[in-house]
């Protein structure tokens, strides 16, 4: 797969490693420890796992965190944009025009 998104086309799910399930109510990926909505490469994943979900007509985009000891726990959490993922930290500047083309 050549692509971010004809790899994402060919997933069922997305499946987040975290250290472990946030609490409260925020099961949004903002919410993934370790800073998974805070990086523009993984909030362009979840985007386009949400963007694939909708053209395959399925009612919500399949996103997971596993997390504890042995990914014993296992949460489906919620695609919610508030920034878009070029608003994203990057360690590389230049892939900031790459990821605003998946856009």
């Known amino acids: 797969v050549a692509s971010l998104r004809g790899y994402i086309?060919?997933?069922?799910?997305?499946?987040?490693?975290?250290?472990?399930?946030?609490?409260?109510?925020?099961?949004t990926i903002d919410m993934v420890p370790?800073?998974?909505?805070?990086?523009g490469w993984t909030r362009l994943e979840a985007m386009s796992m949400y963007a694939v979900s909708a053209l395959k007509q399925v009612e919500a985009p399949e996103i997971w965190v596993a997390a504890g000891?042995?990914?014993?726990f296992l949460?489906?959490?919620?695609?919610?944009?508030?920034?878009?993922?070029?608003?994203?930290?990057?360690?590389?500047?230049?892939?900031r025009e790459y990821i605003r083309g998946h856009e």
Not at 34 to 39: H, L, N, P
Not at 69 to 72: K, L, M, T, V
């Open 75 to 95: 949460e489906r959490f919620d695609y919610v944009l508030k920034e878009l993922p070029s608003a994203g930290v990057l360690f590389s500047e230049a892939d």
């Open 34 to 39: 370790g800073g998974y909505g805070e990086r």
């Open 9 to 27: 086309t060919l997933c069922d799910a997305v499946l987040i490693p975290a250290s472990d399930i946030p609490e409260g109510s925020g099961h």
């Open 69 to 72: 000891d042995g990914a014993s």
